[in-house]
């Protein structure tokens, strides 16, 4: 960026010296009309690519602030990819996290994304979305990735043009639901010490799946007033998710996530009529088509974009769920203020948020929205908002 700005400079420079008539007249000697013709080749050559976008993928690793456990297991670091669009020197950033149990690498994202390079560079970004449906067919294989490279796109274009994404989608921030803050499965000194360390949130979403759940939920509940959310992380059965709906319901849970397994359709109806708390599918709802088959199965669906391949369809997603009268969520992964500040474009359209993946880790590596005590503050830049700090 610096290049072009001292090249921009000169050239502004050059154009007032010589509207002022600063620059003397001289004569040119035979052989410097045909250079003048090059260098105006060269200037029509450099000004047609000067608009057009520019990919480069990088990797990182997260460092979680505890090890992480969910019903599936424990992780302590996060491999992630930053998909950067560049075009006039304005650089837009999307994230996409390795993810085993959704059997996304590094490896396999990259290759997607060297798959579509070539419709992506040499073109400018005009319309996201219209982006988003012409690379589908070549990235649905590999939604993270597709997500990533959306993400980028979102924030290339609001960068351009001057405006937050969410405000080019029409949205308004007054109303936006503050995020939970997670604590994942530990023993139970550990989960309210973890409650305890990241105090004044208005509602802690705890993740369960355990033998002694409901243990957990008295000592946290001796710990707060806030409200809980529960995600059980496809953990239960049927009957253990109806009998513990009533318990919890008592210990002031609002909503169960994801009781049981992603493609127990034919449990969930038993689920949905007689749980006392209402339910609201995750690993359920990760795709466009998913949201018709979980309407009358679930009272709502967290979106999560990584999943549904970006921002594009999963405002989409959104909106489909909130036109069927279900609640709606939006979640994210264990990773930076890229993917993050991404996700909250789309907080004016959700019930319930949990976006506390940049609380969870220990080396940030970009700035964008920040949170406190839950409450989401969008930062001053455009487009999804995010600096990148490396
Ligand atoms: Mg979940």
């Known amino acids: 960026m610096a290049s072009r700005t001292r090249r921009q400079f000169l050239k ?19 052989a410097e009309p045909r250079r003048g013709l090059e260098d105006r080749q060269q200037e029509r050559i450099a000004s047609s690519k000067s608009h057009t976008m520019k990919l480069t993928l990088s990797t990182h690793e997260l460092k979680t602030r505890h090890p992480f456990t969910i019903s599936r297991g424990t992780t302590t670091t996060k491999t992630t990819m930053i ?26 994202m990259t290759s997607a994304l060297e798959g579509v390079r070539s419709l992506v560079e040499g073109r400018p ?44 989608w029409g949205l308004s921030l007054d109303h936006c639901p503050p995020t939970d803050y ?41 710990a707060t007033d806030a409200v809980f959310r529960i995600d059980a992380n496809c953990g239960w059965t049927v ?12 210990l002031g849970v609002e909503f169960i996530e994801q009781p049981l397994p992603r493609d127990a359709w034919k449990e969930m109806p ?11 599918a995750d690993e359920s709802s990760q795709t466009e088509e998913d949201v018709a088959r979980c309407d009358g199965l679930f009272h ?38 890229v993917g993050i500040s991404a996700i909250a474009q789309l907080l004016p359209l959700v019930d319930y948020a949990d976006l506390d993946g940049i609380l969870l880790i220990a080396n940030d590596i970009a700035t964008g929205v920040t949170i406190d005590r839950g409450k989401i503050t969008f930062p001053k830049e455009n487009g999804t908002g995010v600096r990148l700090l490396q």
């Open 239 to 250: 009957d253990e998710a109806i009998e513990k709906s009533y318990a919890l319901k008592e």
């Open 125 to 168: 970004i005009d319309d996201p979305a219209a982006l988003w449906k012409e690379l589908d067919p070549k990235l649905s294989s590999n939604r993270f990735a597709q997500n990533a490279l959306d993400q980028a796109a979102w924030d290339l274009y609001g960068k351009l043009r001057g405006f937050p994404v969410w405000k080019m």
């Open 270 to 280: 038993k689920v949905y009529r007689e749980s006392a708390l209402p339910v609201i």
């Open 12 to 30: 502004e420079s050059l154009f007032t010296m010589t509207a002022m008539g600063a620059m003397p007249a001289r004569r040119m000697s035979a």
């Open 300 to 337: 709502g669906i967290n979106v999560k974009i990584a999943k549904a391949g970006g921002l594009t369809p999963g405002k989409r997603m959104l909106e489909d769920a909130r036109r069927r009268g279900m609640k709606t969520m939006i979640g994210c992964f264990t990773e930076s203020s």
């Open 83 to 108: 998909v950067e669009l560049e075009q006039d020197g304005i650089r837009g950033y999307g994230e996409a996290v390795q993810h085993s149990f959704y059997g996304i690498t590094i490896e396999n």
């Open 182 to 222: 997670t604590i994942g499965i530990d023993s139970i000194d550990k989960m309210v010490a973890k409650l305890h360390e990241m105090p004044g949130f208005p509602v802690y979403k705890v993740k369960l799946g355990t033998d002694n759940d409901l243990e957990i939920m008295q000592a946290l509940r001796k």
